[in-house]
T-cell receptor
């Protein structure tokens, strides 16, 4: 079946502009995660959705970052007034959300470059 | 807090050599442990996992055993192939994190296998 998809695959923007990243999870997966991977670093947790609610937003680095999920499906991550340090690959993952043993399935990522 | 430490790369091996990538963790609870792999140009995918002490995860000739006494989950393969060249990530999901099943990640270990 279809995996997790993300769009766009690449985004180049100017400092100060807003960007919106999209994630389409696997159908039936109630849990959705956003992670960020900066060059040469491990993955950094941003936010977790269970259904349409976000029990844990603790990883969002500043109030310029926000995310929403609708219909227990698509999620968007919005970064306002982008800064150069926001440049990274943004990864989305989904899972059944039933247990800590669940496998998370990852999308291909969106590579964001802020000039 | 929770953390994952992986051996630094890059690791370079000849085909058919034995591979070990070390991973140790700290966790406040009783975690599930995962190895994910990222092949060149592809997204992250689960390689194997273990959910309780002494469990052994295995896949594609790779194995890792959940060692609670040494808080380790080292990845091993008896005979690597060129096609195993990739970046390998160790991660944990802490059961005591409540409903949040976010993954805590190591920094990744790059493996290059030469023919």
């Amino acid at each position: 079946g279809a995996g997790v998809s993300q769009s766009p695959s690449n985004k180049v923007t100017e400092k100060g502009k807003d960007v919106e990243l999209r994630c389409d999870p696997i159908s039936g997966h109630t849990a959705l995660y956003w992670y960020r991977q900066r060059l040469g670093q491990g993955l950094e947790f941003l936010i977790y959705f269970q259904g349409n609610s976000a029990p844990d937003k603790s990883g969002l680095p500043s109030d310029r970052f926000s995310a929403e999920r609708t219909g227990e499906s698509v999620s968007t991550l919005t970064i306002q007034r982008t800064q150069q340090e926001d440049s990274a690959v943004y990864l989305c993952a989904s899972s059944f959300g039933l247990a800590h043993t669940d496998t998370q399935y990852f999308g291909p990522g969106t590579r964001l470059t802020v000039l | 807090g929770n953390s994952v430490t992986q051996m630094e790369g890059p690791v370079t091996l000849s085909e058919e050599a034995f591979l070990t990538i070390n991973c140790t963790y700290t966790a406040t609870g009783y975690p599930s442990l995962f190895w994910y792999v990222q092949y060149p140009g592809e997204g992250l995918q689960l390689l194997l996992k273990a959910t309780k002490a002494d469990d052994k995860g295995s896949n594609k000739g790779f194995e890792a055993t959940y060692r609670k006494e040494t808080t380790s989950f080292h990845l091993e393969k008896g005979s690597v192939q060129v096609s195993d060249s990739a970046v390998y990530f160790c991660a944990l999901s802490d059961r005591k994190a409540g409903n949040n099943r976010k993954l805590i990640w190591g920094l990744g270990t790059s493996l290059a296998v030469n023919p």
